[in-house]
T-cell receptor
Framework: NAGVTQTPKFQVLKTGQSMTLQCAQD?????MSWYRQDPGMGLRLIHY???????DQGEVPNGYNVSRSTTEDFPLRLLSAAPSQTSVYFC?????????????FGPGTRLTVT | AQKVTQAQTEISVVEKEDVTLDCVYE???????LFWYKQPPSGELVFLIR??????QNEISGRYSWNFQKSTSSFNFTITASQVVDSAVYFC???????????FGPGTRLSVLP
């Protein structure tokens, strides 16, 4: 049981490049989400999904796309990277979003955009 | 809308001191869930506790204890006899039944000095 896995762990992009951060979980959780963590700002929700085929925007969705074709995978796409997207990105999963089940987090991806 | 405030940005204590981390939340929902997570220097996010809005009993787990008070919308976390290994960023979070997402506070960085 690997839990929540994220790849890559580190990434450096140039402004304007695109890339996909991968996230997978093997706990059969319906709810998955992406956060970014910036100094002094805690974890801010980018996008979330309550099940395969269903996604919704969080607090800071601009510049990011997601899709959920399977229960296990929830990739995050940066369409045209900007320096403001330099951050640590965490993927998380849980049994539900609003019903009190805790989230399990991946190890994070540290992204630098130059 | 939901909001979580952690007014203490950074706290420093000497080993064996007791320390309390404050968390104040805002929500109009009557059913909600509160969480605490720990982020040690290694960067992963570790779930510590979950509490629902109908259970105001305080909880103790070893050196950790949590004080939930609906009257003041607070869910404070106390570490008794702190240790160097308690040094981390601690996040308080909130989820509600009517929204499929979690809201995190900005975090409190705790440094326990030997």
């Amino acid at each position: 049981n690997a839990g929540v896995t994220q790849t890559p762990k580190f990434q450096v992009l140039k402004t304007g490049q695109s890339m996909t951060l991968q996230c997978a979980q093997d706990m059969n959780h319906e709810y998955m989400s992406w956060y970014r963590q910036d100094p002094g700002m805690g974890l801010r929700l980018i996008h979330y999904s309550v099940g395969a085929g269903i996604t919704d925007q969080g607090e800071v969705p601009n510049g990011y796309n997601v899709s959920r074709s399977t229960t296990e995978d929830f990739p995050l796409r940066l369409l045209s990277a900007a320096p403001s997207q330099t951050s640590v990105y965490f993927c998380a999963s849980s049994y539900s979003g609003g019903q009190g089940t805790e989230q399990y987090f991946g190890p994070g991806t540290r992204l630098t955009v130059t | 809308a939901q909001k979580v405030t952690q007014a203490q940005t950074e706290i420093s204590v000497v080993e064996k001191e007791d320390v309390t981390l404050d968390c104040v939340y805002e929500t109009r929902d009557t059913t909600y869930y509160l969480f605490w997570y720990k982020q040690p220097p290694s960067g992963e996010l570790v779930f510590l506790i979950r509490r629902n809005s109908f259970d105001e009993q305080n909880e103790i787990s070893g050196r950790y204890s949590w004080n939930f008070q609906k009257s003041t919308s607070s869910f404070n976390f106390t570490i008794t006899a702190s240790q160097v290994v308690d040094s981390a960023v601690y996040f308080c979070a909130l989820s509600v039944l009517t929204a499929e997402s979690f809201v995190f506070g900005p975090g409190t960085r705790l440094s326990v000095l030997p």
